[in-house]
C-alpha cells in the first residue's frame, strides 16, 4: 500500500507545473500581432537578459515590463520576444506563452520555446531558485504536450552569434539533461 501512495505521488508530481504569472498578472500590454505556433515544439533554448538581476517578485515585474517595452518600442516587435521569463525570485513570467510563436532566436522561433532568465550570467550562476523554475517549466512543456519528449535543449548562442546566455550560466546548462550544442 505504501509503494501505491508513493507512485501516485510521484506520478501527480511529474504532471503538475509551476504556477506561472500571465500577462495579465505581471500587468503587460497586448501584443499587436500573434502566430500560433505548432506544438510540441522540438527546441527549448535559454536566454539572460543581459541587464539587472531581480529577487523579488515586484522587481521582476519591473524588469518583465521593462523587457517587454524594449522589444516593442526599440526592436519594433509585437509583442515581448521570449516563450517566458524566470526571475531570481523563483518565478516564471508568461512572455508569448507556449502557443505563439517567439521573436528569440532566428530560425528557431517557430519550433522552440524561449526561455530567459532575468539577468546578467556571465560570472555567475542564476541562483538556485531561478535554475529549478527553467527546469520545472520544461518538464511541464513536456507533461503537457507542448515540449516533444525528446527535446533538445539549446543556448541562444548555439543557434545565434551572441554571447547569451552568459559564460557561466552557458556552461551550467551544457550539463542538463538533453543539451546538444
Known sequence: MLQ?????????????????????????????????MTTPVLYVIIHHTAGASCSTKSACITQVKNVQNYHMKSNGWCDIGYSFLVGEDGNIYEGRGW?????????????????????????????????????NLIKCGVSKGYIKANYILKGHRNVTPTECPGNTFYN??????KFKA
Not at 501516485?8 to 498578472?25: D, G, H, Y
Not at 532566436?105 to 524561449?114: L, Q
Not at 551550467?172 to 539533461?177: A, S, Y
Open 4 to 36: 501505491l501512495v508513493a507512485l501516485f505521488i510521484l506520478c501527480a508530481c511529474a504532471n503538475s507545473c509551476p504556477t506561472i504569472f500571465t500577462k495579465s498578472q505581471w500587468g503587460g500590454r497586448a501584443p499587436t500581432c500573434q502566430s500560433s
Open 99 to 135: 502557443a505563439t510563436v517567439g521573436a528569440h532566436a532566428p530560425n528557431y522561433n517557430s519550433n522552440s520555446i524561449g526561455i530567459n532568465v532575468i539577468g546578467t550570467f556571465t560570472s555567475r550562476n542564476p541562483n538556485t531558485a531561478a535554475q529549478n523554475a527553467v527546469k
Open 172 to 177: 551550467t546548462i551544457k550539463t542538463w539533461p
